[in-house]
């Protein structure tokens, strides 16, 4: 080993800038270089490297099991979810065969569903089994240019942090979109009022759902004319759109002209005649709620997530590899503190999350309500055992 020159490239150290020492050699920062740039070419920085032939895919049916690990019930929004996944990763493939003669259009996919219902976690746990950069954006955030808030292509600024600024990585990536309903225009009668936060974030959205070279501004808010830009082409960026669409039940019913009229017992309080009506939802109901057609073109997959029923919500609190139970016996533990919980106690937990409205993102906040007083004196438990008649809320 020879202190005064490199062990991998032999430069002398009066030839290079500095030397690094490791416990058998020594390494200069051109060689530091080179080597960081063979792992981001085998795919080792974040973001991951895509498949590269079919037998590398992951197959519809084995993403719908990892999601089944994390995520219970909605079969029928993991299934097409799963299919989406897995026809974007051939599209892929497809884009890189020279001698193809039939172009593939992406399906970019709306999820609709109730708060809680589990839409964000569906995309959250999906980004666990992807190797292409996969983000979360929020539209609440997003405005017409020229107002308060940030433009659209700040969605793909967030894509390019995830791929770590490599815009091939980029440009094969998936986008979920949440909250989309948000930007639903005011009423569906165009307007003569500026509505920065609906319809014109719809249109904006258009060129970047549809495939074409944008301009992305690289830390994201507004674009500027003496900023540096990167061009991101985005034809082969999967999206996927969620959105609670309050209200849309409502339009649904009068598409199918079964709205209830007086006090209609055979309509009330029919949790399977909801489910119904709301599997019936197609791009006539999102126009009517106020998502423009060019939009709902863009996005030809439309999949509903179910209502939870208290035998589902019971089974999140239980089941799930990262389930809240889990994580407050682990929390737990942690203190020496046995924890456990009885089947009456978490059917009384599920009834007081279900009286709230707050579906399965409720679940949390009431059963660390009902823990408060055993976490805040942890250091007397040696056994908690949470029964319906210590259940205080």
């Known amino acids: 080993m020879n202190p005064n020159q490199c062990s991998f490239c032999g430069k002398k150290r009066n030839e290079v800038q500095m030397l690094i020492s490791g416990n058998n050699g020594f390494i200069c920062e051109e060689c530091i270089e080179q080597a960081h740039g063979i792992v981001k070419e085998t795919g080792k920085n974040p ?21 089944d690990q994390y995520v219970i019930g909605q079969d ?8 989406a996944v897995y026809n974007h990763y051939k599209r892929l493939l497809h884009s890189q065969d020279e001698n193809r003669e039939v ?57 390019l942090m995830v791929a770590d600024y490599d815009v091939e990585k980029a440009e094969r990536g998936i986008v979920f979109i949440d909250e989309i309903d948000k930007i639903a225009r005011k009423s569906d009668n165009p307007s003569i009022t500026r509505d920065v936060s609906g319809e014109g974030v719809q249109q904006g959205l258009l060129k970047l759902l549809e495939g074409s070279v944008v301009n992305v501004p690289p830390q994201g808010g507004r674009k500027h004319p003496d900023q540096k830009y990167i061009q991101v082409n985005t034809q082969n960026i999967l999206f996927i759109a969620g959105g609670a669409f309050d209200g849309i039940k409502e339009i649904i019913e009068r598409r199918l002209n079964k709205q209830a009229i007086g006090f209609s017992s055979d309509k009330l309080g029919k949790t399977e005649d909801e489910d119904y009506i709301l599997r019936q939802i197609n791009a006539i109901d999102l126009r009517k709620f106020g998502l423009i057609p060019e939009l709902l073109g863009r996005f ?18 239980k089941e799930p590899k990262n389930s809240i139970i889990n994580q407050f016996v682990e929390l737990f533990k942690m203190d020496g503190v046995e924890l456990s919980f009885t089947e009456e106690a978490l059917e009384r937990i599920v009834e007081e999350t279900t009286e709230k409205g707050l579906g399965a993102r409720g679940l949390r906040g009431t059963t660390e309500k009902v823990l408060e007083d055993y976490m805040f004196d942890i250091a007397a438990q040696k056994q908690v055992e949470i029964t319906p008649s210590n259940i205080k809320f």
């Open 76 to 83: 029928q929004a993991k299934k097409q979810l799963a299919i």
């Open 103 to 159: 172009e593939i259009e992406k399906s970019n996919v709306i999820m609709i569903g109730e708060t809680g219902t589990g839409k964000t976690l569906l995309a959250k746990t999906i980004a666990k089994e992807l190797n292409v950069p996969f983000c979360i954006v929020d539209a609440t955030i997003l405005t017409e240019a020229g107002y308060v808030g940030e433009d659209v292509e700040s969605i793909l600024s967030r894509l």
């Open 47 to 67: 973001g991951g490297a895509a498949a590269t032939t079919m037998e590398d895919l992951k197959k519809p049916l084995e993403i719908k099991e990892f999601l």
């Open 300 to 317: 030809p997959i439309i999949t509903y997530l179910e209502k939870l029923t208290k035998e589902t919500m019971i089974r999140i609190m």
